[in-house]
């Protein structure tokens, strides 16, 4: 139902009391691998949610590559065939090839989520062949480029950004639900149909063409430990609400998406926070 074409990433985290300087040597305290990527990220939380989910991505054939894999398959992700290619930047190499294969799936979807961490041509490729079947397209110009193809703006049913990203976009710092809202106004003027700005602790702001005055819709209050991944457990969530709810008001959605992303917040990690449906309030469902 909720088909991703995007990025897997493996972090290799230490923690330090302090950055190195150049040429130092220091001593981290911690180590660890985590699984991250923005569009693998926003894939996980949509399949703990409880979506059948599809993942389109490409990675090396290295241990990264499988152990990734194998953390798809833990996580209930189908991958389909995998295409394998040995290179460190293998989320660049996924081309137009790759999404003919895939595209009877991207075009039967429900919702599709595209970001910006592979080849932007291919990303806006399977936009618009989602786009012009009538699958929901959700779009995360993340991370965000100035000179973005106005494409993006017209073939997204849901553009969602944060406010680094909805500044570099439009010019307009955002630091409050008021900005957001200009930032929405002006997204709208280049041919988006929703936008939803996200604002961390704030939660989001909204706005529609149907509607075109930004709604604040706030997110609870909690004990945030690591925001990291926050924005891409939001994107998880929007999809899974729209693929599996679609008689859910936007609102509602964005309503219980800010509360998934609050839960994802108060855990580390990025894909380590991220909630599994039986964790989580049933009536959420
Ligand atoms: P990003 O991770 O892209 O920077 P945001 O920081 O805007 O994204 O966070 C995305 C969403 O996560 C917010 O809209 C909100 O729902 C939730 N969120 C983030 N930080 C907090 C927080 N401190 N308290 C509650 N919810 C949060």
Known sequence: EVVVVGSCMTDLVSLT???PKAGETIHGHKFFIGFGGKGANQCIQAAR??????????????????????????????TGQNVIVIVAGANLLLDSEDLKR??????KAK?????LEITPAISLEALKMAYSNGVKTLFNPAPAHAELDPQFYTHSDIFCCNESEAEILTGIPVGSPEDAGKV?????????????????????????????????????????????????????ALAFFMACYPNLSMEEVIRKSNFIASVSVQASGT?????YRKDLPQDLF
């Open 17 to 19: 009391t302090r950055l």
């Open 271 to 275: 894909q380590s926070s991220y909630p």
């Open 49 to 78: 949610l409880g979506a059948k989910t599809l993942m389109i991505c490409k990675v090396g054939k290295d241990s990264f590559g499988n152990d990734y894999i194998e953390n798809f398959k833990r996580n209930g992700i189908s």
């Open 184 to 236: 929405g106004l002006v997204l709208l003027e280049r041919g988006c149909k929703l936008v939803i700005v996200t604002l961390g602790a704030e939660g989001c702001v909204m706005i529609s063409v149907d509607e075109p005055i930004p709604k604040h819709v706030p997110a609870g209050k909690v004990r945030a430990v690591d925001t990291t991944g926050a924005g891409d457990s939001f994107v998880g």
């Open 111 to 115: 919702v599709i989520i595209c970001q």
């Open 102 to 107: 895939a595209a009877n799936a991207i075009c």
